[in-house]
C-alpha cells in the first residue's frame, strides 16, 4: 500500500465521526474495527450532504480494511449506532490537496 496520507483521523464510534466537513480531501484508506462479541456492526461512511457512500458490515471481532483512493468533496462522515466497541481509523490528505 503506497499511501501519502498526510493525515491520519481516529476515533471511537460512540458518536459521528467528521472528517473535514465541507473541503476537499484525498481518502487514502479506512480501516473498521469492530470489537463486539456478538454483533455485527453496521457503519456508514457519508459524503458532505450527508448520503451512504459506502455502507459496511462489520463482523464480530474483525477488522474491515477499505483500501481505494477517491476524493471527498465535502469531507466525510463515519457513522454507526454509537457504538464504543466500534474503532475506525482514515487515512486521508489535508483540506484543499
Do not use: R
Request: glycine share 6%.
Amino acid at each position: 500500500m503506497n499511501w501519502k496520507a498526510a493525515k491520519v483521523t481516529t476515533g471511537a464510534l460512540d458518536s459521528d465521526l467528521s472528517i473535514e466537513t465541507g473541503n476537499t480531501i484525498t481518502v487514502f484508506c479506512i480501516v473498521v474495527a469492530n470489537q463486539n462479541d456478538a454483533a455485527v456492526t453496521d457503519v456508514d461512511i457519508k459524503d458532505g450532504d450527508g448520503n451512504v457512500i459506502i455502507p459496511i458490515a462489520v463482523p464480530q471481532n474483525d477488522t474491515v480494511v477499505i483500501d481505494a483512493v477517491w476524493v471527498a468533496d465535502n469531507g466525510i462522515t463515519v457513522s454507526s449506532l454509537s457504538d464504543a466497541n466500534v474503532h475506525v481509523t482514515v487515512f486521508h490528505s489535508q483540506a484543499g490537496s
